[in-house]
């Protein structure tokens, strides 16, 4: 009910060059999505780390208390068992979703050419591959 506006800095270094970066945003209150989680889009299976840009600010709901700061601070076991049963959901449900990829890449042939999975067993460092959305899943870009 009352005017907020959170502001975010991150800053970080390009470990080729060196060159200190910063990205900086804010977000008022109509923007802030509570009990909201951001969705991975990195995955590995098999040495192969993917990023999916497709999913790059998607959310889920996840389980959160609904209490004051002040209960939390009177009460943090409220905040911890919250938090296991959040991890567990989020867990089980990684766990389906890769379960699901496993059987769906065996039955299209599992290492078929057709596949973007790679046999990376004679390889010393992962590949990373990056999804857009407008690019219909092909691979954009493969580095190692």
């Known amino acids: 009910c009352s005017d907020l506006e959170v502001i975010v800095i991150l800053e970080g270094v390009v470990e080729t060059t060196g060159i200190t970066t910063q990205a900086r945003t804010s977000y008022v209150s109509e923007e802030i999505q509570w009990g909201h989680r951001f969705v991975p889009i990195v995955t590995e299976e098999e040495g192969v780390y993917s990023v999916d840009y ?3 600010g998607n959310t889920v709901k996840v389980t959160t208390p609904s209490c004051s700061a002040r209960e939390l601070d009177e009460k943090p076991y409220i905040l ?3 938090l296991q049963k959040s991890e567990l959901s ?6 389906k979703r890769n379960s699901m990829r496993r ?3 065996m039955r299209k042939g599992g290492g078929s050419s057709g596949s973007l999975r790679r046999n990376n067993s004679g390889l010393a460092s992962p590949k990373v591959q990056f999804f857009t959305p407008t690019d219909g899943g092909q691979n954009l870009n493969a580095v190692t």
């Open 54 to 56: 497709s999913k790059f």
């Open 103 to 105: 059987n769906n890449s």
């Open 90 to 95: 989020h867990q089980n449900s990684l766990r």
């Open 80 to 82: 911890i068992q919250t």
